[in-house]
Nanobody, 129 residues
């Protein structure tokens, strides 16, 4: 099983970056891919989630309207397009995978780190002011 996040870098405030998360070794179309970020001394926080089951997407309030997550099931890859970046977006960004279950009207797509089945190594995003 492998999750590989890439695309991080240094960008000025107001700029854009696109992160990629390439997955292999598990049934990608049964999982949700979640982006987290972490700064030193703080817990990882969920940023966005996309369920490969139905394409449903969910975002933390701090990034709504600025970040967009999308997936390509044929390539087992999920993207996080980040616009209007702010210095407070500076963090190590991780992607993780969790099984996505039908919850009555939608497939699950949690933004909490507990219960993730697989984690990738992080990619650093630094936004300068």
């Amino acid at each position: 099983v492998q999750l590989q996040a890439s695309g991080g870098g240094l960008v000025q405030a107001g700029g854009s970056l696109r992160l990629s998360c390439a997955a292999s070794g598990f049934a990608f179309d049964e999982y949700a891919i979640v982006w987290f970020r972490q700064v030193p001394g703080k817990e990882r926080e969920g940023v966005s989630c996309i369920s490969s089951r139905d394409g449903g997407t969910y975002y933390d309030d701090s990034v709504k309207g600025r970040f967009t997550t999308s997936g390509d099931n044929a390539k087992n890859t999920v993207y996080l397009q980040m616009h209007s970046l702010k210095p407070e977006d500076t963090a190590v960004y991780y992607c993780a995978a969790v099984r996505s279950y039908f919850s009555g009207s939608f497939y699950s797509c949690p933004l909490v780190q507990y219960g993730m089945h697989y984690w990738g190594k992080g990619t650093q995003v630094t936004v300068s002011s």
